[in-house]
């Protein structure tokens, strides 16, 4: 029989729960469901066999559950930004077998109005050294307005959906993946960008803002957008970056604009050094200005 009371986890509060164990055929196995409250939801175990034929390399397979976790309070007890909605999941089966650890199942995050699914998930030697994570990412009718007000990004209005296929961390830094962030034009939401978030974009596009009305741009503080779209592809610790469509001059589109004045955002960088843009994120997630690099 294992209990404990009340210990923390990578910064996270748990509750008191005991469960208990049985030899089977030099197996350990859990007798009864566990649950583990964590902040104001749980992580509830139903199913967990250790198989100790290896002493060397015990595997585990287990099945659990995420019960509806506060993101607000998740995100404020890791020291993340903090922001609204719940994490919840079924996880149906997870097993640690020869220093690997795979995910069958996923996780579903229910944030800014929308969902994110976490699907793929494995770990290579997640208790040695080098550890190696992969999974893929996909990002459904996220509200715009909550998202860019928590990340200080500049203030944006509509959806986004998106997705990181193919993501790799090696020692928990991305290596490889291919994202792809989408705000289309079929949403009942209003699709509105501020100057700030503007200048955010051309930045990190390496790029500017071009508008059919020029002379007017300095009169408005947000302008209406009809579609956003912005893409990387990691590999090589460069970034190759993509828009909705192309235009003259050898640029992507980013923002295409409707109304007037009409405002679109265009890239030129097409190849970034990864480091680079991470610290331009990173500025423009803080409220920081954003200098574009070489």
Known sequence: EVRFDSPTVYRLPLGAASWSLIEQGGSLELVEPLRVPVLDGAVRVDRLVV???DP??????????????DLAALTRNLGLPEFGGTLSGRIPGV??????LRVDGGLDLELFSGEARIRGLSVERPFGTLPALSASVEFERLDLAPLTSAFEFGAMQGELQGHVRGLRLLDWQPVAFDAWFHAPSDTPLPRRISQRAVDQIASVGGGG??????PLLGLFDEFAYREIGLGCRLAANVCAMRGLDEVDGGGYRIVAGRGIPRLDVVGFRRQVDWPVLLRQLRAATRGE???VGD
């Open 95 to 100: 097993r640690l077998d020869g220093g690997a």
């Open 51 to 53: 198989d100790r034929s």
């Open 209 to 214: 803002a071009a508008a059919l009305s020029a």
């Open 289 to 291: 200005g954003v200098t």
């Open 56 to 69: 060397d390399a015990p595997a585990i397979d287990l099945d659990a559950v995420i019960e509806p976790l």
